[in-house]
């Protein structure tokens, strides 16, 4: 199973435009919040299920604050992250993760990418397609490989 994760596009289109192309195909998309109104644009582009969480941008729409689902057998909770203090610290979120029995934490919020395991939890931040903030500020995103086995690899890529 291949999945897009990404988050905080913010209502700009073009760049995510370029990452479903070039990923394409794939067998899910998840958006880490921050999509501005933009949700049934994004589910229509995807063409596949979607995931959506509402960020600390996306006021006035029915997007749930986080969810939990299953990928390659493991529970993930999908949130934006501005609940637990990802701008200071991973802790917060891998906590978080870790007490509802998830494995894998992914959220968006600091427009940064990691991918990085805390306190047993593999957490994963795709950064943003928009508004980059990382050293050298290209747009990124990330791409969830599963296998049969629930083996999971994931890969930050960036936007040239």
Do not use: W
Request: glycine letters at 10%; a negative charge; charged letters at 30%.
């Amino acid at each position: 199973m291949k999945i897009l994760v990404v988050s905080d596009t913010h209502g700009r289109d073009r760049e995510l435009e370029k990452a479903v192309e070039r990923e394409a195909p794939f067998d899910r998309l998840i958006h880490c919040g921050d999509v501005e109104g933009r949700e049934i644009f994004i589910e229509a582009l995807a063409d596949c299920p979607c995931c959506i969480v509402a960020g600390n941008n996306d006021f006035f729409c029915d997007l749930p604050r986080e969810q939990e689902i299953t990928i390659g057998g493991k529970k993930a909770l999908v949130t934006h992250g501005h609940y637990y203090g990802v701008s200071i610290d991973l802790s917060g979120i891998a906590d978080e993760a870790k007490s509802r029995g998830c494995e894998i934490a992914l959220f968006g919020h600091t427009h940064k990418p990691v991918v990085t395991e805390k306190d047993g939890v593999l957490v994963i931040n795709p950064g943003s397609l928009s508004y980059p903030r990382q050293a050298g500020r290209k747009s990124s995103y990330a791409v969830l490989n599963t296998d049969i086995r629930g083996n999971i690899e994931a890969e930050i890529k960036y936007l040239d």
